[in-house]
């Protein structure tokens, strides 16, 4: 399984950025496909998770309400839309993905296949 990651760059605060993840190597609609993202000098933590149909969606509280993470199975492909973005968004995001939505999603260890990262920068 191989997952690219895309989207990021520079924007301003209160500005948006859609990222995108394409999934290759397996049926991508049978992937729980999430998205995580690291700050300099901290953890990884979680940002979205969406199950394989789409009808499960789950959020880190910090980004409710500003940040939308969806899929497209026709093209392999899985979304995170931020919006209203602010300067601690700024971090590296990564998609991750696996065959079942464990009940630790939040987890990064819940996935087993991880993207290269796409850089996010927010500035004030």
């Known amino acids: 399984v191989q997952l690219q990651a895309s989207g990021g760059g520079l924007v301003q605060a209160g500005g948006s950025l859609r990222l995108s993840c394409a999934v290759s190597?397996?049926?991508?609609?049978?992937?729980?496909m999430a998205w995580f993202r690291q700050a300099p000098g901290k953890e990884r933590e979680f940002v979205a998770a969406?199950?394989?149909?789409?009808?499960?969606?789950y959020y880190a509280d910090v980004v409710k309400g500003r940040f939308t993470i969806s899929r497209d199975n026709a093209k392999n492909t899985t979304y995170l839309q931020m919006n209203s973005l602010k300067p601690e968004d700024t971090a590296v995001y990564y998609c991750?993905?696996?065959?079942?939505?464990?009940?630790?999603?939040?987890?990064?260890?819940?996935?087993?296949?991880w993207g290269q990262g796409t850089k996010v920068t927010v500035s004030s």
């Open positions: 190597g397996r049926t991508f609609s049978s992937s729980v």
């Open positions: 969406i199950s394989r149909s789409g009808g499960s969606i």
């Open positions: 991750a993905a696996d065959l079942f939505l464990s009940s630790n999603y939040y987890l990064s260890r819940a996935y087993n296949y």
